[in-house]
């Protein structure tokens, strides 16, 4: 996938949280978002669906960096984690920061995304 780092992981849904969610604060990284669509889909829509959770997680001195080079860039923060159940397995996938701020010239603000996608592809791999 061109946009995503992904791992299929053997951990419940709840565990796959726990353990994302700890190996991101391991590379700098802190939740702070957590939409549960599942439940949102039921509230909103009435429907059921699979278990599914998109994390908003923020490395504030990389954001702080990207913000400092370009303000509006803010728009494409934070890098958006999900997990969600596929059959017996759980998901964990990233945002790939370098896909998402392609839409930025900015050479300054692309090297910045390198760094934060090295982070992420280190959370994802360690869960």
Do not use: W
């Not at 969610?21 to 669509?37: A, N, P, Q």
């Not at 949102?40 to 001195?61: H, M, R, S, T, V």
């Not at 997990?83 to 990233?94: F, L, P, R, S």
């Amino acid at each position: 996938m061109k946009y995503a780092i992904l791992k299929e992981t053997e951990y419940g849904f709840d565990e796959a949280i726990a353990k994302i969610t700890d190996s991101l604060k391991k590379e700098g990284f802190g939740i702070l978002t957590r939409i549960d669509i599942d439940e949102k889909f039921k509230e909103k829509l009435g429907i059921d669906f699979k278990k599914y959770a998109i994390l908003g997680a923020c490395n504030p001195q990389n954001a702080y960096k990207a913000l400092t080079e370009e303000e509006t860039i803010g728009l494409l923060l934070p890098c958006n984690i999900v997990v969600y159940e596929k059959g017996d397995k759980t998901v964990v996938a990233a945002i790939k920061p370098t896909a998402a701020m392609m839409v930025s010239d900015n050479a300054k603000v692309a090297e910045i995304a390198k760094e934060i996608e090295k982070k992420l592809e280190t959370a994802v791999e360690n869960v």
